[in-house]
Structures are given as structure tokens and as C-alpha cells.
């Protein structure tokens, strides 16, 4: 892994190496709710602003409505490419590969426990 690097106020990039042992990470945190994040999508595919207004709207850049969109988008076609009520079909595989190995752990310790009482 690479060195990390902090921007000082000055503008100076400064190499991990030289950081105080205090230096503490922070996650960042999203300045959009979820709600807000589908607004935002579904402003830019309805088309009634233009993507130019879009941005200044929310105050957000080209690369992140564009990474919106394309989220949204992908969301999309996975819900309408599932029948309503069905779940995800590897799901759906993983939920019966859990039953049968549930019902093999059960078998075992039938056959466990009899073979004790022997």
C-alpha cells in the first residue's frame, strides 16, 4: 500500500510518516439523504431541468449526478427484471443450499446421539 497524504490548510501536501500519532480518521459522511439522492436521479432522468441546472440545484458536480444516475438506472433494471414477490434468484439459491445443509446438521446429530446411547 501506498503512503497516505493530508493537505495542510496552506495547501502543502504533507506524507503520512510526518502525521502526529493523534491523527484521527474520520468517515465521510454523505450531505444527501437517500430521498434526496433519488430526487436528484430522478431529476436528471425526467428531464424537465437540464443536467447543467441539476447540478447547480444541489450543488453537486457532474461526476457524482452522473454516478447517481447510473445507479439509479442499474436499480431499475434489476427490479424489473424480477417478477413482483420474488426475491433474488441467488438468493433464492443460497436460502435452499442453507435448508439442506440445515437438515444434513440435523440428520448427523440424530445419528450422533443415537450412536451414543449404544
Request: hydrophobic fraction near 35%; charged fraction near 30%.
Amino acid at each position: 500500500m501506498g503512503c497516505l497524504w493530508r493537505k495542510e490548510p496552506g495547501g502543502q501536501l504533507e506524507p503520512q510518516a510526518t502525521w502526529p500519532k493523534e491523527t484521527v480518521f474520520v468517515a465521510r459522511v454523505s450531505k444527501f439523504t437517500d430521498e434526496q439522492k433519488m430526487q436528484i436521479a430522478l431529476d436528471l432522468l425526467g428531464g424537465k431541468l437540464s443536467h447543467a441546472k441539476v447540478f447547480r440545484k444541489y450543488d453537486i458536480s457532474s461526476t457524482y449526478a452522473y454516478k447517481l444516475k447510473d445507479r439509479a438506472l442499474d436499480l431499475l433494471r434489476e427490479g424489473i427484471s424480477r417478477p413482483v414477490g420474488r426475491g433474488d434468484p441467488q438468493s433464492e439459491r443460497l436460502a435452499r443450499r442453507i435448508a439442506k445443509l440445515e437438515q444434513l446438521a440435523g440428520d448427523q446429530a440424530l445419528a450422533i446421539q443415537s450412536l451414543g446411547s449404544v
